[in-house]
């Protein structure tokens, strides 16, 4: 719903004053700091000074005088300060109420499927205690959950030295989202543009996550919209199954790419919906578009990721060997910036992939990378595995001199496997540290399928290293005696679970 309303302000900042009273060494309380700030942001966004005002007011009554009532039908957004104050004020609630009764005369409060309400969030409050004009708002939190104490901490506003960028970077993304709006409804905001920002690059679907990843979905997010993309979810969805899965259903039916953020904590789980998560869930559903070549999806997890409760630990161990939940996903455990230039990839290539090779026949191949030095000490291992296997190997000459194709091969043996065993025995830290490098970049490869499964085989001569060595994303086998086959029943166990699964799927 559009209207030819001429707004004469842009901004209205609704809040509670106790919330304003604490003030810092310039005299400026919170509110304060935010409406100056803000304001400096989005002129810079719109490149004019935008009108926002707030009433600094202290009211004696809950009643709407007739030019407070006029100049709140006259303003293009609205900026909720949600904090316990402000839901227990009724002048506060009344102001939002009343917003949304005139927005009807003006316009609506959906424009072109964005809503003309901001929720900026103080402080923690559960989401049900939200006003129902605001709990379909995804908001901007203005400060984390401490990891030990489990408390809300604010964002600094200090400027200068003392910066803290999550407090600068929410702003950012509420000047963003409040200019996009202000654009469609606010002739001052109709300037000229690049085209990119104007028209839709698409849809993504960024999955909700956990509190642990919520700042590297924040980036991922602001990027990608600064590029000209649509986001998904754009609101609330409803935590009540099956509510939950049809919203998440219909947001990745419009996208050409999901992605999800696998953190250390198993995340919340929809009322109604048994065990599952809705990390899990939503991952889930976007499998469902597997065989939809214009459909991406990427799961990715930080490198060095500790999971925090055991049914972390077992949904994450599923989604690294169960063969249905891969097909038609990469799974990565990369630094962030690896994890944007892919999203950048499968973004520039229309979201289009090429067509899946036809299932390789013959047994699973397992890729066994050793250095030159261990040659004769691999024998006996790659003689078992070649019973049931076929196994992969390094390039290495006669006279154990890496030939100059040998880079060739390794890079299309770490594409073609299905797992991947490194032998680290005689080689040095420098060598091992490379080729386990080598596995968090497999997903430039342009492999079609997930590894089944990735281990580390540490043999002699023992050394301090390798007595320390763990690794919470690969399997470790330590073995400083001769080979004996028992020691890969756990390697070989998923590498057989996945290959049946291929099986299933394919019959």
């Known amino acids: ?84 104050g402000y839901l227990q004020s009724d002048w506060c609630m009344g102001e939002l109420r009343e917003f949304c009764r005139l927005a009807d005369q003006t316009g609506g409060l959906v424009v072109e499927g964005k809503l003309r309400i901001f929720k900026v969030v103080k402080t923690h409050i559960e989401l049900a205690q939200h006003p129902p004009e605001l709990q379909q708002q995804l908001g901007y939190e203005f400060y984390e959950i401490d990891k030990m104490t489990q408390r809300p901490v604010p964002f600094g506003q200090d400027v200068g030295r003392n910066r803290d960028q999550r407090y600068w970077s929410k702003l950012d993304d509420l000047a963003w989202d409040v200019k996009q709006i202000l654009s469609i409804i606010s002739p001052r905001a109709r300037i000229p543009i690049p085209v990119s920002l104007t028209r839709s690059q698409g849809t993504v679907y960024l999955a909700q996550t956990t509190r642990d990843l919520t700042s590297e979905r924040d980036q991922i997010k602001r990027e990608l919209q600064n590029r000209g993309f649509n986001i998904l979810p ?21 996208a050409k790419l999901s992605v999800h953020l696998i953190g250390g904590r198993y995340g ?46 077992q949904f994450i161990e599923h989604l690294r060997t169960d063969a249905a939940t891969q097909q038609g996903a990469e799974l990565l455990q990369t630094p962030l910036q690896e994890l944007k230039e892919l999203i950048q990839l499968r973004l520039t290539s229309n979201g289009h992939k090429t067509k899946e090779p036809p299932p390789s026949e013959g047994p699973p191949k ?13 024998v006996a291992l790659n003689d078992y595995l070649s019973g049931d296997y076929q196994v992969l190997l390094p390039l290495i000459d006669e006279e154990g001199v890496d030939d100059s194709e040998g880079f060739e091969i ?45 281990a580390v085989y540490v043999a002699g001569p023992k050394t301090v290293h390798k007595q320390l060595f763990k690794s919470p994303d690969t399997l470790v086998i330590k073995n400083f005696e001769d080979f004996s086959p028992a020691v890969l029943d756990s390697f070989l166990a998923r590498v057989k679970t996945a290959a049946k699964g291929a099986d299933d799927a394919r019959n």
């Open 366 to 378: 397992i890729y066994l990378i050793f250095d030159k030095r261990d040659f004769e000490s691999v």
């Open 1 to 84: 719903m559009t209207s030819n309303h001429v707004f004469k302000d842009d901004v209205f900042i609704s809040y509670r004053h106790l919330d304003n009273e604490l003030h810092d060494e310039n005299g400026n309380g919170w509110i304060d700091n935010l409406h100056d700030r803000f304001e400096s942001v989005l002129g810079e966004a719109l490149g004019y000074e935008p009108s926002i005002w707030r009433d600094t007011r202290l009211p004696g009554n809950v009643y709407f005088p007739d030019v407070l009532e006029e100049r709140i039908r006259n303003t293009a957004v609205v900026i909720s300060i949600l904090s316990p």
């Open 234 to 254: 754009a609101e609330e969805l409803p935590f009540i199954s099956p509510n939950y899965e049809e919203a998440v259903r219909e947001c990745v039916g419009q």
């Open 268 to 313: 919340i789980v929809p009322e109604g919906a048994g065990t599952r998560s809705i990390v899990r869930l939503q991952n889930e559903i976007a499998s469902e578009r597997k065989s939809d070549e214009a459909f991406s999806r990427l799961v990715w997890m930080p490198v060095g990721l500790t999971p925090q409760e055991e049914v972390q630990v």
């Open 410 to 454: 390794h890079k299309n043996n770490l594409a073609q496997c299905d797992a991947v065993l490194i032998y680290y025995g005689s080689a040095n830290q420098v060598w091992f540290e490379y080729k386990r490098r080598d596995l968090k970049k497999i997903v430039g490869l342009d492999r079609k399928s997930l590894l089944a499964a990735q």
